[in-house]
């Protein structure tokens, strides 16, 4: 391990201004300027000094007033009146009972260095609440995992990941506290089991720092223990910086210079370490739930035996909910989806970019750590509104109803036409409208429409719908009702429209000359023919097949109806 006084390979002092803008409008991260008077010049004792000016002279909260403080801290996300206690996880009422419920856990033990009236006394990134049996179970031990003489930060039943929290208390711990405050001792990070003034095991709390990078709860757990804001009656007015920045812990404790190289899966690289990746998502819908509807992930890959961290930058239309987040990588080849969605808030083409910066400080040479050139993932696309199906131009009419009239029976057809509008919009700024299904109710035997379904019409476009009626059947009035199912075309954020319902109507009456039956102008041998050709049919037959009646069936009814008229011309 690498303790203060050695030295990385640098060529130059780097002045860290971290913080300026790097976190952008994430809640949770530092103020702008924080961090801007960090300075690493490849020593770890120039970084710890630099932090340890930024982070010493908080406010110092007492033992007491931690018993309310921790309620606020670490109330669960589920549950504001309750408490998640360290260790077990459990979820437990967060008011205070004298310590019959939970007590106050010193991350740092006592009999480890931490005083009984100093500021490490009652630090509050440092004191957790915990169950009263877990806290005498654990005592003093160290964290770590090889032996009954080490504390696993994380218990089997535990639904929470300590071990990163608790890594990065003990790194707050040794860098706050140096020896220069009143009754404080200088409390060391070690490898191995500690002694009075020391904690351990260094080996564990870094590989567990990586691999359990800073949760949502543990960074509002930060910020609240820093904002007055926020918190005005507990906060003591500074930060764990390896919360904010998890490079920060390579810096002080890496055993070598990091050889990390993160890229794109996919992506061209470059001799510095860079990598750009291109993403068209073509057209996709706009909604309020973008980021959902996209669903789109990529993959970064990191190589090189070292850790490392990194973070996101979302610029332009580009939109990353781990964007300002940091990120981490543990030791070894290792890869990571990132969310990727894109930020649309009017229809129309989208550009943007998603940038990665490997943040370690130290570099094993060009191309990796502090030296790996930042990814690039070029990401566009056309955002457009949803469809709008309509019987109408306009928007909103929903259903349409056509008579087809009152008519005489006859080898004609009742011909009428109505139009489906996808009313949304321009083709460049709407979704396709897509007739997915046709169900017909009623006689749609007698009154039919084409099949549409899979048709698809482009933004302020219409398809028409050609309605035909048959005259030739029974007498009778003819109803049917057509639904039709729409949708959007198939892209991200796709969704049902409009259910459009078209009612047709006719009514069939005598054929003012009954016995022609073929519409030939009169009565004669052809339509005797077709009544008994088809004589006996019982059921739908039609004018042509010998139905001169019109009651559906063929038989000695229609044939007296042609032999009647037989030799006489229509009107």
Not at 12 to 31: E, K, T, V
Not at 196 to 211: I, N, P
Request: proline residues 5%; aromatic residues 8%; hydrophobic residues 35%.
């Amino acid at each position: 391990m690498l303790r203060a006084g050695s030295r990385f390979c640098l060529a130059s002092i780097l002045a860290i201004g971290l913080a300026s803008g790097a976190f952008g409008s994430d809640q949770y991260g530092p103020p702008s300027g924080y961090y801007s008077s960090v300075v690493f010049d490849g020593t770890p004792a120039s970084l710890r000094s630099s932090l340890n000016d930024i982070i010493d002279g908080h406010t110092i909260r007492s033992y007491g007033a931690a018993r309310q403080a921790l309620a606020i801290l670490d109330a669960d996300p589920a549950n504001s009146q309750n408490v998640i206690l360290i260790y077990n996880g459990a979820s437990v009422d967060g008011s205070w009972d004298s310590g019959v419920t939970w007590n106050r856990e010193h991350m740092w033990p006592r009999s480890l260095g931490v005083g009984d009236n100093g500021a490490d006394y009652s630090d509050l990134h440092a004191l957790r609440p915990c169950h009263p049996s877990i806290n005498s179970s654990r005592g003093n031990k160290p964290f770590g995992l090889d032996s009954s003489s080490y504390w696993d930060p994380t218990m089997a039943s535990s639904p929470y990941d300590f071990r990163g929290e608790a890594a990065r208390a003990i790194f707050y711990m040794d860098v706050r506290y140096d020896g220069a405050d009143a009754a404080t001792s200088d409390l060391t990070v070690i490898d191995g089991f500690p002694s009075v003034g020391q904690m351990g095991d260094l080996s564990y709390l870094l590989d567990w720092h990586y691999e359990e990078e800073p949760s949502t709860r543990e960074r509002r757990r930060n910020h609240l223990v820093f904002s007055f804001d926020d918190n005005p009656f507990y906060a003591q007015g500074n930060r764990n910086p390896f919360v904010d920045h998890p490079e920060f812990a390579w810096a002080l404790w890496g055993e070598q210079p990091n050889d990390s190289q993160i890229v794109f899966a996919g992506g061209s690289v470059s001799g510095d370490g860079s990598s750009e990746l291109t993403l068209n998502i073509g057209r996709f819908i706009l909604s309020p739930a973008l980021e959902d509807a996209l669903g789109q992930t990529v993959s970064v890959q990191k190589s090189g035996s070292t850790p490392t961290s990194f973070l996101i930058e979302a610029t332009g239309d580009a939109y990353s909910a781990d964007h300002a987040m940091p990120r981490t990588f543990a030791r070894g080849k290792q890869s990571a989806d990132i969310d990727v969605a894109i930020w649309a808030p009017s229809p129309g083409p989208i550009s943007g970019q998603l940038v990665i910066d490997n943040t370690d400080l130290t570099s094993a040479g060009g191309g990796f750590g502090s030296a790996d050139g930042n990814d690039t993932l070029t990401i566009s696309g056309t955002g457009v509104t949803e469809a709008v199906a309509s019987f109408a131009p306009s928007a909103g009419q929903t259903s349409l109803a056509v008579d087809l009239g009152v008519l005489e029976r006859s080898l004609d057809t009742a011909d009428s036409v109505a139009a489906i509008f996808n009313a949304g919009g321009l083709p460049e700024t709407t979704a396709d409208l897509v007739i997915t299904t046709v169900e017909a109710t009623g006689s749609s035997q007698i009154i039919s429409v084409p099949v549409l379904d899979g048709t698809s019409i482009e933004g302020n476009q219409f398809v028409l719908v050609e309605i035909t009626g048959d005259r030739s059947g029974p007498l009778g009035v003819y109803e049917v009702q057509y639904t039709f199912q729409t949708a959007d075309e198939p892209i991200p954020g796709a969704g049902l429209a409009e259910t459009l319902t078209l009612s047709v109507s006719m009514e069939l009456i005598p054929s003012s000359c009954p016995g022609d039956l073929n519409a030939s102008g009169g009565v004669d041998l052809s339509d005797l023919n077709a009544v008994l050709a088809n004589f006996g049919l019982a059921t739908g037959a039609t004018l042509d097949q010998g139905d001169a009646s019109g009651d559906g069936s063929v038989g000695l009814a229609d044939l007296n109806i042609v032999l009647a008229g037989f030799g006489t011309a229509c009107p």
